[in-house]
């Protein structure tokens, strides 16, 4: 069974930083996409940033330039640097993992991060 666990989350100022990790327990982690959710109350979840396996990123308009996604493929971590952090960033934040058959998709039990003063 496939686990992917989120750390990381918490309370910060508006203008401060987190750092989300996700660990991953697939037996091939390079396979696999990577991607980064978050879902505030009342809001459906979106998508924030996505890694693939040599590195390519893809960002929300929202978080360009404020969130850095990375992965190390052979700890099969993948985090999510943040910064300049906003009240509306205030979210539960999931890691998901597709593969590229399409076939596999999971997803952690998400952190939750608030942004208020």
């Known amino acids: 069974q496939v686990q992917l666990v989120e750390s990381g989350g918490g309370l910060v100022q508006p203008g401060g930083s987190l750092r989300l990790a996700c660990e991953a327990s697939?037996?091939?982690?390079?396979?696999?996409?990577m991607h980064w959710y978050r879902q505030a109350p009342g809001k459906q979840r979106e998508l924030v940033a996505s890694?693939?396996?040599?590195?390519?990123?893809n960002y929300a308009d929202s978080v360009k330039g404020r969130f850095t996604i990375s992965r190390d493929n052979t700890k099969k971590m993948v985090y999510l640097q943040m910064n300049g952090l906003k009240s509306e960033d205030t979210a539960d934040y999931y890691c998901?993992?597709?593969?590229?058959?399409?076939?596999?998709?999971?997803w952690g039990q998400g952190t939750q991060v608030t942004v208020s003063s």
């Open positions: 890694i693939n396996s040599v590195g390519v990123t």
């Open positions: 998901n993992a597709r593969s590229y058959s399409g076939t596999d998709n999971y």
């Open positions: 697939m037996s091939i982690f390079t396979i696999y996409a």
